[in-house]
């Protein structure tokens, strides 16, 4: 149905391993795959499936939920089990669970070395269970939890501190025969987040995840967000990625997709190309982009949508989308691919729009 065609990354992607998270695959040839995490109790049974649901039709692919206790640790079967998307298991503290989230049929664990006590201790016994289950574990490596001994060697959470943490961890494992290992290197600072990944991809061939940990609000954390990722997909760097928002998470996964699409990495759905702030506007093109988007959110196909708000660029913008609009004077000319096929009053616009798009056959 639509003209638009992917536009091939800046580079190829790094070469890398290939595990699987349930049917998710991760790294080698997989496409990247957005990932979230729940904000429910784990505990709380439906209003987590509920809100992974919510996740997976906003275009997730794999989703975390986090394991703080034992009654967590026990709500994990059934969650795994009737959720639609591949479950991992996020473990803080204590080792124990790692254990419970793999007898839980969880797609993955993610453990974080840092304030895990004795976590090394317990690399062979991890190694094993995860193994026999074939699960894969993520090693999370945060700069907020990094280990002591670390943060004194560098003076802090410096991007050589985050990789010799990573590779550290990643030896133990390898020591026991298991390799089924993704990695993070996460810092809030996306400069030096982009510097660890750097590191870290010339060092390993391990599948990496990305993040911009505690990245903020929501325009602050899509901002460093897509400024990290951009820079390193880019160079063919990541293969699953986490916008982390201070904000609810199906945004972060919205944000996440816009970021593949932009790159190329995922086919686009509904873009929309709209007026900036102008003072030429004859309309007000806020208001008409926001009705635009929210009345084609759940347009079945992919298209381009031109909302326009005056004679300069209007048009042009609009022959180039597989729908458009160009505004001035209380009406609208609406454009088909190219093509003016009506001209009609402002308040008739959006619908009009719809109307035209169910017309369109496929392309």
Known sequence: ?????????????????????GNVPVGG???VSVQSMTTTPTTDVE???????????????VVRVAVPSQDDADALPLIARKSPIPVVADIHFQPRYVFAAIDAGCAGVRVNPGNIRAF?????????????????IRIGVNAGSLDQRLYRKY??????????????????????????????????????MVSAYRQLARACDYPLHLGVTEA?????????????FGLLLAEGIGDTIRV??????????????????????????LEVVSCPSCGRA????????????AAFEDFPTPLRVAVMGCVVNGPGEAREADLGVSSGNGKGQIFVRGQVVRTVPESRIVETLLEEALKLDPA
């Open 1 to 21: 149905m639509t003209t638009l065609q992917l536009a091939p990354p800046v580079r190829r992607r790094r070469p890398s391993r290939k595990l699987w998270l």
């Open 29 to 31: 040839d997989a496409p």
């Open 47 to 61: 209003a987590t499936l509920r809100q992974i649901a919510e996740l997976t039709a906003a275009g997730c692919d």
């Open 120 to 136: 090394d201790d317990r690399v062979g016994e991890i190694a094993a269970a995860a193994g026999a289950a074939r699960v894969p």
């Open 155 to 192: 003076g802090g959470a410096t991007p050589e501190a985050l990789v010799e943490s990573a590779l550290w961890e990643c030896s133990l494992f390898e020591e026991h025969g298991f390799t089924d290992l993704k990695l993070s290197v996460k810092h809030h600072d996306p400069m030096v």
């Open 216 to 228: 903020g609000p929501l325009v602050q954390g899509t901002v460093k967000s897509s400024v990290a």
């Open 244 to 269: 982390s928002l201070s904000a609810p998470p199906v945004e972060e996964v919205k944000v996440g997709a816009q970021i593949l699409a932009s790159l190329g990495l995922r086919p686009r759905k």
């Open 282 to 293: 004859q309309v007000d093109v806020y208001r008409l982009a926001e009705e635009v988007t």
